[in-house]
């Protein structure tokens, strides 16, 4: 389904409640198979989060996981560790182009026993669950933070636990962080120590209690990217969010300061306000946020700013080859894009093509990233509802505080 979203004008103030985290769900939603002592609340509604729900749940040989890729990686770490259980985890067309060797090979040194079906290093792989005993591993330090996380989740279940070895230099630091202070949080020992994390086996029930999901700051950031590109004084009060969030994309709070915007919290509201004009260029580096790259681009293009984003690696192998994505659908709507394996360089633009098509690439956020550019410019967005995949009111949303969507 095509959308096509006129050029809009958004309410001076207005408020949105947005869903759980699904990075937070979908590891609480791990911790809750393994520890079933731990009720959750403000779970992500998102299709991520409902797919490994289901996973979770299902009895069934074969589990098909579409096109999360968080859950691909949690799972294949889940079903690794269930003795007497043969699970092949199998996903969309994309899916099976996402490699999992890196994974797959850390878990094999654990004691795993998982093979190939169709490509080596590729989905779908067939995982016989056992008992792990090795403790050692290591894994390069510049991998996708999910990797890392689909391991630590299950550490307190094998008997020696886990001493993880990071090697060179570590990236997407706050999503191991968020891991392991979610591991702290139900009882869970474990060590952060220069590039090695240690988690201590647990062989004892914990302490049951609930948890709650704080909302997701990856969807928070196409409000600060709408408010960005909009009239000095207009604000959007998004929730539920914390101070002390765990998520790294909170960097959002730092780094939209730079286009003029800044935001204040009452209890879990967050208030995004444009407070004056922004900054004439911006040089970031977001290995430790690649999630939000794509809406920091929009902005800048929007605004006619200048930009050079920097530690963008892992976007390579995402839903699709997210930096591809940008430089073709900016270039569009008439921009000027140059990108390297890591790194996206736009050039400043002041004219932009109306009606232009946006293509999705199934990713989520390339829809939701260009939304904002329909308070510059009409623009239609290609299989709108791609949202559903981590932000299913999405558009419902966007309409309510002034959006006008035509579908």
Not at 61 to 77: E, K, N, S
Not at 284 to 301: E, G, K, M, W, Y
Request: hydrophobic share 40%.
């Amino acid at each position: 389904m095509h959308f096509t979203l006129q050029k809009s004008k958004i309410a001076k103030q207005s408020s949105v409640q947005i869903t759980g985290s699904k990075s937070e769900s979908n590891r609480l939603l791990l911790l809750q198979a393994l520890y079933p002592e731990f009720k959750l609340e403000n779970v992500s509604n998102s299709d991520d989060s409902n797919l490994m729900t289901d996973a979770l749940s299902s009895s069934e040989t074969v589990v098909d996981i579409h096109h999360a890729g968080t859950a691909m990686r949690f799972l294949t770490a889940y079903f690794s560790i269930q003795e007497g259980r043969e699970t092949v985890i199998t996903g969309s067309k994309r899916m099976k182009e996402r490699p999992i060797k890196i994974l797959v090979s850390a878990l094999k040194d654990l004691g795993a026993k998982i093979s190939y079906v169709e490509n080596k290093g590729f989905p779908p792989i067939k995982i016989k669950g056992k008992k792990l005993l090795n403790n050692k591993v290591s894994l390069k330090a510049n991998v996708s933070s999910q990797y890392i996380s689909a391991l630590l989740l299950i550490a307190s279940k094998l008997e020696n636990g886990i001493e993880l070895t990071l090697e060179g230099e570590i990236t997407s630091v706050p999503y191991i962080k968020m891991t392991l202070a979610l591991l702290d949080e139900i009882g869970v020992k474990s060590s952060f120590e220069g590039n090695v994390i240690t988690v201590k086996p647990n062989t004892e029930k914990l302490t049951p209690k609930t948890l709650t999901v704080e909302s997701d700051w990856s969807s928070a950031s196409y409000y600060f990217s709408i408010v960005a590109l909009s009239d000095i004084g207009t604000e959007v009060t998004i929730s539920s969010y914390k101070e002390n969030s765990l998520q790294g994309d909170s960097a959002l709070i730092e780094i939209y300061k730079n286009f003029g915007v800044f935001a204040t919290f009452n209890g879990n509201a967050l208030t995004i306000k444009k407070e004056r004009v922004g900054e004439e260029r911006l040089h970031l580096d977001l290995r430790n946020a690649p999630d939000i790259a794509q809406t920091i681009a929009v902005s800048c293009f929007a605004l006619g700013m200048p930009c050079y984003l920097t530690g963008l690696h892992t976007l390579k192998i995402k839903e699709t080859d997210r930096l591809v994505a940008l430089k073709t659908e900016i270039e569009k709507l008439g921009g000027e894009v140059r990108i390297t394996d890591e790194s996206l360089h736009l050039k400043a633009s002041k004219d932009f093509n109306s009606l232009v098509p946006i293509a999705t690439y199934n990713d989520h956020r390339m829809a939701m990233a260009f939304a904002p550019m329909a308070l510059k410019v009409p623009i239609i967005i290609e299989d709108a509802m791609v949202v559903s995949k981590s932000y299913p009111t999405f558009w419902e949303d966007l309409e309510a505080i002034g959006f006008q969507i035509t579908k």
